[in-house]
């Protein structure tokens, strides 16, 4: 982590005047799923980028605050990506069903 993208961060945040912990996101992706994100949570998520990508995203809310733009819509569409890209795969862990002699599940 980068200390100082995140304190940038955390300060640009501060002077948009967007509350991280209040704000959250809408929205249904590509499987036609349904997510409602927290942007603290994306911005938990890019604080753990690595430093390459933290380049990427400064530059980015630069170019769109620097044009008056809406910073929320890029921290959307990188929520959205994350959905699309993180999904949980609830059939991943089979339980272990015991086929002991004796055992009363199996008679």
């Known amino acids: 982590m980068s ?10 945040l501060e002077e948009k005047e967007i509350d991280a912990e209040a704000t959250a ?13 927290p942007l603290g949570v994306i911005i938990e998520y890019i604080k753990h980028c ?3 990508i933290h380049q990427q995203i400064r530059m980015q809310l630069v170019k769109i605050d620097f044009h008056n733009g809406d ?18 795969n609830i059939f991943s862990h089979q339980p272990q069903i ?6 009363e599940r199996t008679g």
């Not at 929320?72 to 699309?84: E, S, V, Y």
């Not at 015991?98 to 055992?103: E, V």
């Open 3 to 12: 200390l100082q993208f995140n304190k940038w961060l955390e300060r640009l």
């Open 25 to 37: 996101f809408e929205f249904i992706d590509d499987d036609n799923t349904y997510h409602y994100m």
């Open 50 to 52: 690595d430093p390459a």
């Open 71 to 88: 910073i929320t819509h890029f921290f959307k569409d990188i929520g959205k990506w994350i959905a699309q890209n993180h999904k949980p």
């Open 98 to 103: 015991s086929q002991q002699k004796g055992d």
